[in-house]
């Protein structure tokens, strides 16, 4: 099993449409929480970290489940500029401390 | 600021021969990332350093890669000798601190070994 899992999509959603990707994790001792988006053939940006709390940013809505280990991101009124790969990322403590990317959700926003 | 730094930007090379990829970080950052993405694989961490130090390579795929970082604003990804597999986008990033940080990664260097 993957230690980050995401839907690869691809997800097809009109322009204004609300759209979810979720996000697992298998290990526990995972501590930090992030979004990322990548576009094509360019380098991965952040979006939004995740905190306990959720937290909202705009149209993008991030939350953390750690009794069920998921993460999600709720991104409303879809633009056709939304359209890249969005990266689940987690860091966690083993030993040292580990970064792992999820293998991405390609989202596509037509008009 | 300049952001990340990493060069070159494209690389074709023949198997069996050496590759050098280059990075420069930004500014009082501590933590410098080594990445590599591949369709099958996606992004890997190969190794990261936390002022100049490595502290963890266990994502480096075998003797044949290496990394170095002489001071605070340059790194070094090194592949000898490289093969085909190794074909992929090598994105060096960094950032000030190890958790709740953003990383800040460089357009990447796509590599090509023929």
């Known amino acids: 099993r993957k230690e980050v899992e995401q839907d690869p999509g691809p997800f097809n959603v009109p322009e204004g449409a609300t759209v979810a990707f979720n996000c697992t994790y298998s290990n526990s001792a995972s501590q930090s929480f992030f979004w990322y988006r990548q576009d094509c053939r360019k380098e991965p940006k952040l979006l939004m970290s995740?905190?306990?709390s959720g937290n909202e940013d705009g149209r993008f809505t991030a939350q953390l489940n750690r009794a069920s280990q998921y993460i999600s991101l709720l991104i409303r009124d879809s633009k056709l500029s939304d359209s890249a790969t969005y990266l689940c990322v987690v860091i966690l403590k083993a030993g040292g401390f580990k970064t792992i990317f999820g293998a991405g959700t390609r989202l596509f926003v037509k008009a | 600021d300049a952001g990340v730094i990493q060069s070159p930007r494209h690389e074709v090379t023949e198997m069996g021969q050496e590759v050098t990829l280059r990075c420069k970080p930004i500014?009082?950052?501590?933590?410098l990332f080594w990445y590599r993405q591949t369709m099958m694989r996606g992004l890997e961490l190969l190794i990261y350093f936390n002022n100049n130090v490595p502290i963890d390579d266990s994502g480096m795929p075998e003797d044949r890669f290496s990394a170095k970082m002489p001071n605070a604003s340059f790194s070094t990804l090194k592949i000898q000798p490289s093969e085909p597999r190794d074909s992929a986008v090598y994105f060096c990033?960094?950032?000030?601190?190890?958790?709740?940080?953003?990383?800040?990664f460089g357009p990447g260097t796509r590599l090509l070994v023929l």
């Open positions: 500014s009082g950052h501590d933590y």
């Open positions: 990033a960094s950032s000030f601190r190890l958790l709740q940080e953003t990383q800040y």
């Open positions: 995740v905190y306990s």
